[in-house]
Nanobody, 128 residues
Framework: QVQLVESGGGLVQAGGSLRISCAAS????????TAWFRQAPGKEREFVSA????????YYTDSVKGRFTISRDNSKDTVYLEMTSLKSEDTAVYYC?????????????????????WGQGTQVTVSS
């Protein structure tokens, strides 16, 4: 079992920045690929960003490229999402998730099914 707890969400003005965190406990988190998904009101949950277990590779959805940065500190069992130049369309509940970094993960990391554990989410609201 891996428990994931997100934090750092809040209200920010458009153009501002925010860093959200995902703290893990339980099984060896450092060997799990980790991702952020988000769900806006009335919309399906969507992929935002992912990082390999060693932090070497990062992946982003097109709408956040150049604005968001994912990173991890395995010594602290924590993954971060640094969000800059925030837009109103970034308003959503942000979820942290982790899954086994199998060869298939590299093909399907944008989908939800490669991931086994999910946090409860943290609300990010961007006011225009």
């Amino acid at each position: 079992q891996v428990q994931l707890v997100e934090s750092g969400g809040g209200l920010v003005q458009a153009g501002g920045s925010l860093r959200i965190s995902c703290a893990a406990s339980g099984r060896t988190f450092s060997r799990w690929a980790t991702a952020w998904f988000r769900q806006a009101p009335g919309k399906e949950r969507e992929f935002v960003s992912a990082v390999t277990w060693n932090g070497v590779r990062q992946y982003y959805t097109d709408s956040v490229k150049g604005r968001f940065t994912i990173s991890r500190d395995n010594s602290k069992d924590t993954v971060y999402l640094e969000m800059t130049s925030l837009k109103s369309e970034d308003t959503a509940v942000y979820y942290c998730t982790c899954g086994r970094e199998t060869p298939d993960w590299f093909s399907y990391y944008r989908r939800e099914d490669p991931y086994e554990y999910w946090g409860q989410g943290t609300q990010v609201t961007v006011s225009s």
